[in-house]
């Protein structure tokens, strides 16, 4: 599942930080993913919350959410959400609907890629029913002339992610990948990356990992681990994407990315997630950065949702007020 950044975290939020780490152990159980949504209880509550992040469960309603970000002025991504899907028909009938969407959004003419998890189309039965999948969607999206990337995921499929990956553009070159900065081993897996053409998308990740992998949260070593990366990617001018909403990120690669000009346009966009950061793309835009909002859709936004209210305390506070309705 697609991720972002997350906010610091200093002595101060100890207490909250172990919430969100319950919150991010929780998104992560499948039973719970199927049966909050459809308990007569739990299920509007958590509605109420996800409206905040998700742009509703049909395509209709997140194509109407693409074309107003194209009206602000930003580039759009739509991932149709699903993770961890064990069963082959079940990833097949995902694939449909990614080629359906990628087909809607070229009819309507939207300025709009397409961003998936491999474990949706059949990472999780097996790695060549992704691929083929992958393939499909792949097709469809060349012949929309539209992007097409690959969310990472928790870092026990990484390897998967990437080798898949790197068999997709052995065949297509409009085929981009999500790094991690929180990962150790992403200042290992870059080189490679570089040498592969599609969007590299930059994010700090948010999936729930042991420290002997990944670097703290709010730690002055992801930090500087993302500005490493953010610039391995311009000197090499790459496509890619700043996927953040931390302004002092936003701050630093504004400094670094000052004076850097490109004959054909920046290779560059900053992103954000539809709900969070209007303000920070808005920021971005305004200084002249290509920007892109990253709208998610579908019925399967618990881990998403989960995610999102984890990463800082302001969402953990807003979440429960969405629930009450206020």
Same mark, same amino acid.
């Given at each position: 599942?697609?991720?972002?950044?997350?906010?610091?975290?200093? =002595?101060?939020?100890?207490?909250?930080?172990?919430?969100?780490?319950?919150?991010?152990?929780?998104?992560?159980?499948?039973?719970?993913?199927?049966?909050?949504?459809?308990?007569?209880? +739990? =299920?509007?509550? @958590?509605?109420?919350?996800?409206?905040?992040?998700?742009?509703?469960?049909?395509?209709?309603?997140?194509?109407?959410?693409?074309?107003?970000?194209?009206? #602000?002025?930003? #580039?759009?991504?739509?991932?149709?959400?699903?993770?961890?899907?064990?069963?082959?028909?079940?990833?097949?009938?995902?694939?449909?609907?990614?080629?359906?969407?990628?087909?809607?959004?070229?009819?309507? =003419?939207?300025?709009?890629?397409?961003?998936?998890? +491999?474990?949706?189309?059949?990472? @999780?039965?097996?790695?060549?029913?992704?691929?083929? $999948?992958?393939?499909?969607?792949?097709?469809?999206?060349?012949?929309?002339?539209?992007?097409?990337?690959?969310?990472?995921?928790?870092?026990?499929?990484?390897?998967?992610?990437?080798?898949?990956?790197?068999?997709? %553009?052995?065949?297509?070159?409009?085929?981009?990948?999500?790094?991690?900065?929180?990962?150790?081993?992403?200042?290992?897996?870059?080189?490679?990356?570089?040498?592969?053409?599609?969007?590299?998308? +930059?994010?700090?990740?948010?999936?729930?990992?042991?420290?002997?992998?990944?670097?703290?949260?709010?730690?002055?070593?992801?930090?500087?681990?993302?500005?490493? %990366?953010?610039?391995?990617?311009?000197?090499?001018?790459?496509?890619?994407?700043?996927?953040?909403?931390? !302004? $002092?990120?936003?701050?630093?690669?504004?400094?670094?990315?000052?004076?850097?000009?490109?004959?054909?346009?920046?290779? !560059?966009?900053?992103?954000? +997630?539809?709900?969070?950061?209007?303000?920070?793309?808005?920021?971005?835009?305004?200084?002249?950065?290509?920007?892109?909002?990253?709208?998610?859709?579908?019925?399967? !936004?618990?881990?998403?949702? %989960?995610?999102?209210?984890?990463?800082?305390?302001?969402?953990?506070?807003?979440?429960?007020?969405?629930?009450?309705? !206020?």
């Amino acid at each position: 599942m697609v991720q972002q950044d997350a906010a610091s975290t200093t =002595g101060d939020d100890v207490s909250f930080a172990q919430v969100a780490d319950v919150i991010r152990r929780l998104a992560l159980d499948e039973k719970l993913k199927e049966q909050v949504p459809s308990d007569p209880m +739990l =299920g509007p509550l @958590a509605r109420r919350i996800a409206r905040r992040y998700v742009a509703g469960e049909t395509a209709a309603e997140a194509l109407a959410q693409v074309a107003a970000i194209n009206q #602000r002025g930003h #580039r759009a991504t739509v991932d149709y959400m699903g993770e961890s899907c064990r069963d082959a028909d079940r990833a097949n009938a995902a694939t449909d609907v990614f080629v359906d969407v990628s087909e809607r959004l070229a009819a309507a =003419g939207h300025d709009c890629s397409v961003s998936l998890d +491999l474990s949706h189309i059949g990472l @999780a039965v097996d790695a060549g029913l992704a691929l083929r $999948n992958g393939r499909r969607i792949a097709e469809a999206t060349a012949a929309a002339g539209q992007e097409m990337v690959l969310s990472m995921e928790g870092s026990d499929r990484t390897d998967a992610v990437l080798d898949v990956h790197g068999a997709l %553009c052995e065949q297509f070159d409009h085929v981009g990948i999500t790094i991690q900065a929180r990962l150790h081993r992403t200042v290992d897996d870059l080189p490679a990356l570089l040498r592969r053409p599609g969007r590299i998308r +930059l994010v700090k990740g948010s999936f729930f990992e042991p420290e002997t992998i990944a670097y703290p949260r709010g730690s002055r070593e992801l930090h500087e681990a993302y500005l490493s %990366c953010a610039q391995a990617l311009v000197d090499g001018g790459h496509l890619c994407s700043f996927a953040t909403h931390d !302004w $002092n990120m936003l701050d630093a690669l504004e400094s670094m990315l000052a004076g850097s000009a490109h004959d054909q346009g920046a290779p !560059w966009e900053f992103e954000t +997630l539809l709900g969070l950061g209007p303000d920070r793309v808005a920021a971005m835009r305004d200084k002249g950065h290509p920007t892109r909002e990253y709208v998610v859709y579908g019925t399967e !936004w618990w881990l998403y949702v %989960c995610n999102r209210i984890a990463e800082e305390p302001q969402r953990f506070f807003r979440a429960i007020t969405d629930a009450a309705g !206020w």
